[in-house]
């Protein structure tokens, strides 16, 4: 397949800044504008605030949405993969809660092994 296999979703409130570590510097992208500072507090390139995260990974099916379905940890999200948009999203069977944003961060085989 031509777009990856697995994909890491943070799931933020609307108000965390996004981080060069969490931003789409590596592939991340959220659905809100970001605000473009750094958080002091994720100095490691972690979760940088998010409340919940899940890895999920290729379905091999394609969503309503048009778009790759990928599942995993009670996520279920179609990813236009030229953009990393997460273009329908639910959580444990329920709409993202309002408030909260959806931030996508690719990951590679390897690192989905070990978790």
Do not use: C, K, N
């Amino acid at each position: 397949m031509s777009h990856p296999q697995s994909y890491e979703i943070l799931l933020v409130p609307g108000f965390v800044e996004e981080t060069p570590e969490a931003g789409e510097s590596d592939g991340t992208t959220e659905t809100a504008e970001p605000a473009g500072a750094d958080d002091p507090a994720e100095p490691d390139g972690g979760a940088g605030g998010a409340v919940r995260s899940a890895v999920v990974s290729a379905t091999g099916e394609t969503g309503a949405s048009g778009y790759p379905r990928y599942a995993g940890d009670g996520v279920v999200a179609d990813i236009d993969p030229a953009t990393r948009t997460v273009e329908a999203l639910l959580v444990d069977g329920a709409e993202l809660t309002y408030g909260l944003t959806a931030r996508v961060r690719e990951r590679d085989a390897g690192t989905a092994a070990g978790r």
